[in-house]
């Protein structure tokens, strides 16, 4: 079995669900090795604010509406909150963080992602004013 890793970093995004499947594609196609068929792909999102997922990449619907109920389960601006130096977005974030996780796993079938039609993968960018994320990729073949 080989390894390759590299560190993604993705410009910063408004807050919501941004689909970056071929910004991760692209990363892989520079990345693994033509031979490669069969693997695995691994996403780590180097920061507790945002969050991965993988969900519906046709309909931008789905991404508001998933936005609209992380912000009913966390909202912002909660008296009983304690941690509120960052920013009254930034408890909230965590929150969301901790719920959908920051890693994937996808396997790699015939040397790209083996994800579904309707799939995609999501940066759940939770703050207002993020900034730039990183994402380490490690494939194993």
Same mark, same amino acid.
């Given at each position: ?5 590299? &560190? ?19 990363? =892989? +196609?520079? =990345?693994?090795?033509? /031979? #490669? ?11 507790? #604010?945002? /969050? ?10 789905v ?7 992380? +912000?009913?389960?966390? %909202?912002? +601006? ?24 920051? #890693?994937?796993?996808? %396997?790699?079938? +015939? ?5 579904? &039609? ?6 759940c ?12 990729? &490690?494939?194993?073949?």
């Amino acid at each position: 079995m080989s390894y390759q890793q590299t &560190t993604l970093t993705l410009p910063a995004y408004a807050r919501g669900i941004h689909i970056i499947t071929p910004v991760i594609e692209e990363a =892989l +196609n520079k =990345l693994i090795p033509q /031979s #490669s068929k069969a693997g695995l792909v691994h996403l780590f999102l180097q920061h507790t #604010s945002a /969050s991965l997922a993988i969900n519906e990449n046709a309909d931008p619907d789905v991404r508001l509406d998933i936005e609209d109920w992380l +912000n009913k389960i966390a %909202p912002a +601006n909660q008296l009983q909150y304690r941690h509120t130096l960052e920013g009254a977005d930034d408890l909230p974030a965590h929150f969301k963080s901790v719920m959908l996780g920051v #890693s994937l796993t996808i %396997p790699l079938i +015939n040397g790209a992602l083996g994800l579904g &039609t309707w799939q995609g993968i999501y940066l759940c960018e939770h703050r207002d004013y993020g900034g730039q994320r990183r994402i380490v990729i &490690t494939v194993s073949t």
